[in-house]
């Protein structure tokens, strides 16, 4: 089975801290992503990545950076946190068909 | 018009009925289809891809309708355990990258 984990499942974090999210996935796969998901709006992509050192926006990466240094981590950096940024973040990664999520950091930012 | 739309429910049902779910997409050239299902404060979990010939996995049938851009997904002899909201998501080449597309889930509640 794979596995993808997050490195927190609940983080409360203050405005204008630095803010790090990890995803780590076992399976060797390829493609990693970061999402938000909020009520009503659903899961929304922020960063993408098909490569090592690689990585490509997605729909809303206003306020996030991303890094891909080894293959099986991918890191969501939050470069000063702000409160419209609180939401439930997922990692996901995949090899051809399909996505398998971790189990999402839940981010509260006061 | 949103990429991929999906009736946000709920849909009420009582166990043991069939109900059925379609999520419609804009994107003609849109290559591969699944549906998710996600748990109450849970992460989104792959259930079927979708294909043109249609699929079926058990109790689940998921159909896909290019010429209406439409996909399904039928579930019979509905479960208390199937209570979920499920995620429809259509992948389409742009850029070079596929890029994946979820809808916003429809609400599912079987009912004792």
């Known amino acids: 089975d794979v596995k993808v984990t997050q490195s927190s499942r609940y983080l409360v974090k203050r405005t204008g801290e630095k803010v790090f999210l990890e995803c780590v996935q076992d399976?060797?796969?390829?493609?990693m992503f970061w999402y938000r998901q909020d009520p009503g709006l659903g899961l929304r992509l922020i960063y993408f990545?098909?490569?090592?050192?690689?990585?490509e926006k997605g729909d809303i990466p206003e306020g996030y950076s991303v890094s891909r240094e080894k293959k099986e981590r991918f890191s969501l950096i939050l470069e000063s946190a702000s409160t419209n940024q609180t939401s439930m973040y997922l990692c996901a990664s995949s090899q051809q068909y399909g996505q398998y999520f971790g189990p999402g950091t839940r981010l509260t930012v006061t | 018009r949103k990429e991929v739309e999906q009736d946000p429910g709920p849909f009420n049902v009582p166990e043991g009925a069939t109900v059925a779910f379609n999520c419609t997409y804009s994107?003609?050239?849109?290559?591969?289809f699944f549906w998710y299902r996600q748990d109450c404060r849970k992460e989104p979990k792959l259930l079927m891809s979708v294909y043109s010939s249609g699929n079926e996995d058990g109790r689940f049938t998921a159909q896909l309708n290019r010429a209406s851009q439409y996909i399904s997904l039928l579930i019979r002899d509905s479960k208390l355990s199937d209570s979920a909201t499920y995620l429809c998501v259509v992948n389409f080449l742009s850029g070079g990258y596929q890029k994946v597309t979820f809808g916003t889930g429809t609400k599912l509640q079987v009912i004792p």
């Open positions: 994107n003609s050239a849109s290559q591969s």
């Open positions: 990545s098909y490569d090592v050192k690689m990585k």
């Open positions: 399976m060797d796969h390829e493609n």
